[in-house]
């Protein structure tokens, strides 16, 4: 069976300690989780949560119904595939001099990110989009002085809505 | 006196028709006990947390109802957990009331403060902090409804003492929704024609049931869907008592410590019927070669349970009554003679070739025990050797009349147990067995037995040792005994004495009969103390990571 990244969404009821249960079954059932996000949804009493996860195609229907069994889980959605658009946001904070200003803002174009901090010697850029975009923005970013890097889980949406997304 | 939160509490408790909670106070549940004063809930004061959930857990075991234990903050929560596991493996139901720290000093490391909710994460069905007190009715209604719904299971709700100190009005009556009657799906019944199918067809079929079928109450449905196709059955060690009546299909118990009949023959069929049951590796032994030759159907209300551990072609999610009641209308008996023929020839080999079953003296001395006893008594072993011989060896008269701790195996379960059990079924007749390992576990119970004269019997089988671990010292690691003495100087039944309780000790060469008599004659509690060689096992066993046809009858030297 291929190991391959899956992607899960679930509902939640926005109970305390909500979250942790979710965990527990990953790490009490021997799964790991590789990211995670996490937020209301438009229904403030609900929240989504999205996580990616290396495993094998069993995983899924084995998760499903271990999470079903918690109280708080209103419904659990296979987000992994084509049928899936996928992203997710990066942060880098990186140590600027002013002569190599027109190269990091030719960089911030051609990549199609944002420069959402600006100090004279320190820029922050915000990049959105697939891993592997994200992961090649920063490789580039890295010939910068990088201080700091945050990235989100990955979040995603069924390409057209449908019923049996599960 | 104003309506605080511990009334509603024992308004809720009321209301579910609780008549007894065993539990401990602490500082943290002094406005619950205070109330409690003018209640007629009896609360039994066992003497350690453990005990009271072992107690609601045999109470929950013994009668269906669910079983209530309390205790304080801190370590009278953690004391709890234990039982509380015990519980959640064999899907019983039960409420753990904990209290709590004030709201204002949770997350401050406070006086007997400790995150039981976290803690006990992974062995609730669900749990519950109260956080307003007019949340609590609510909380605990719902709390029970978890707990004895769907798959049962142990719910536990944390309840802060300022909370429980709080006024607040009274709960108003519970708003009964009615129960919504599921009408069976066209696919469900779809599945259930396709298994009917295959059953029917099938040469050489095996019905396997269990925990599941006691808990579903389902254990008359399942005699006729036997009793009308004419199949063979089996249980797992927790479905033991199902059938009750000896009707020529019982193959015995499959697993580890099982009937060789029961695992030769599931290995041998062509279609199992699996009801109620989790192919847990004690059941199935080594999976790779478990019914090699087995088509399976599994029937569940639990939907992680059906296919977790072995492949199954024909799973079915649902009510096992439901269930059972459409399928046997499906169900066309055969007569599957050369089936039929081969496992009764196989019976007559297996069944007698060792003495006494394979559970040597001290099994004999089980079934004279229950000669002694009435016969609806209820029995409810510990974990061990004791376990094995007293699953093997009585009788289930009904269907909650054997009871034992088979997913967690928790030494020490017996004796509070006992008392849960025969507080929640005082018209029986209940003895606890034990071995002298799990008999130390809990033995300050003793003191609350004798406290509330509370009738139990309890046989503890003294072999010196931790027999178990010291057969399968003796088995596989050349004899090399490891930490498994447990000595004979302690004299037990001074001890039980000194707790109050009468006892006597006698050895399983001895005959027995005054002694049982005394013991089954006695108003109130008895402990028999019967001393047993330490070199008497149980046999046939499934050698450790073997498959289930190849279970030994003796050591092999």
Redesign the interface.
Known sequence: MSIEERTITILVKNEPGVLSRVAGVFSGRGYNIKTLCVAETTNPEISRITLTSNADADFTEKIKKQLDKLVDVVDVLDYTGERFLKREMMLIGLRITPDRYAELLQAVNTFGCRIIGMQPDYYIIETSGRRSENDAVFKYFQTFDVEMMNRTGSIALPRHPQKDSA | METIGADIVLQILQEEGVEAIFGYPGGNSLPLHDRLLGSPIRHYLTRHEQAAAHAADGYARATGRVGVCLSTSGPGATNLVTGIATAHMDSSPIVALTCQVNTSLMGRDAFQETDI??IT??IT??SY?VHDVNNLATILRQSFK?ARSGRPGPVLVDMPRDILAARCERAAPRQEAPEATVEQSPSDRQQLEKIARALNQSERPVIIMGGGVKLSNSCDLMLGLIEKGGIPFTTTMMGVGSITSGNGYDLGFIGTHGNQLANSIVHQSDFILAVGMRFSDRSTSLIDEFAPLATIAQIDI???SIG?NVKVAFPFVGEIRETISALVKLVERKERTPWMERIQQERETTDNCLPYKGCGKAGHFISLVQDAMPRETIAISDVGLNQIWTMRTWKARTPRSLITSGGMGTMGFSVPAAMGAKIGAPDRSVVAICGDGGFYMNIQELATISYYNIPVKIIVLNNGHLGMVRQLQDLFYESRFSTVDLGTHVDLVTVAKGFGIPARRISVDDSPEAALAAMAGAEGPYMLEVMVDPNDYVFPIIPPGHPNISMIHGKIC
Do not use: R, V
């Open positions: 909710i976290g994460l992974p069905k669900h902090l978890l639990d939907p992680t977790k």
